[in-house]
T-cell receptor, first 112, second 115 residues
């Protein structure tokens, strides 16, 4: 399977702390995207990073991409209770262009 | 708020019923998607339409039949479903294919229960 893998599966932190989630994938990608999903809702796009980029920022979010290790990380700084959600990476592989494949996701709980 | 609208939000159907899920977007996107998501699992791609033509079918059983009447609408026709088909069905769209770095915008989903 080309599906990405994320770790940890679950993460529980206190409000104000930073949260880091990792995504690993198997083959060359065109781009990688991160999404958030609140319980029972649709997915919300957070950030896209292309294969020729190494780092991107958006507000409290920082995404890195290491194509040599086939991995990406999502850092949420100064977390808030409202950040509680599941976070998924989605990869668009060179060999399956147009098919964004989602990783297993990380469930983040931010305690107030 | 999402700009991809899905109806109905909840659907309960028997195994002999025929029903449809509907999806609409007015962002001018030319790629539309159906995903299936089971509880505590990631979304799984079912179908991709590109410029109103079916471009990807992920070996989905024929009891699921997609239809793209025009560039704004995407339907998923359901017939003779099984209880294991109960899931959240997510519609999504993007300006063009994701290989070009286009963001996928998701609807809120339709919760389907097959009894």
């Amino acid at each position: 399977s080309q599906q990405g893998e994320e770790d940890p599966q679950a993460l529980s932190i206190q409000e104000g702390e930073n949260a880091t989630m990792n995504c690993s994938y198997k083959t060359s990608i065109n781009n990688l995207q991160w999404y958030r999903q609140n319980s029972g809702r649709g997915l919300v796009h957070l950030i896209l990073i292309r294969s020729n980029e190494r780092e991107k920022h958006s507000g409290r979010l920082r995404v890195t991409l290491d194509t040599s290790k086939k991995s990406s990380s999502l850092l949420i700084t100064a977390s808030r209770a409202a950040d509680t959600a599941s976070y998924f990476c989605a990869t668009d592989y060179n060999t399956n262009a147009g098919k964004s494949t989602f990783g297993d996701g990380t469930t983040l709980t931010v305690k107030p | 708020d999402t700009e991809v609208t899905q109806t109905p939000k909840h659907l309960v159907m028997g195994m002999t019923n025929k029903k449809s899920l509907k999806c609409e977007q007015h962002m001018g996107h030319r790629a539309m998607y159906w995903y299936k998501q089971k509880a505590k699992k990631p979304p799984e791609l079912m179908f991709v339409y590109s410029y109103e033509k079916l471009s990807i079918n992920e070996s989905v059983p024929s009891r699921f039949s997609p239809e793209c009447p025009n560039s704004s609408l995407l339907n998923l026709h359901l017939h003779a479903l099984q209880p294991e088909d109960s899931a959240l069905y997510l519609c999504a769209s993007s300006r063009a294919g994701t290989e070009l770095g286009n963001t996928i915008y998701f609807g809120e989903g339709s919760w389907l229960t097959v009894v």
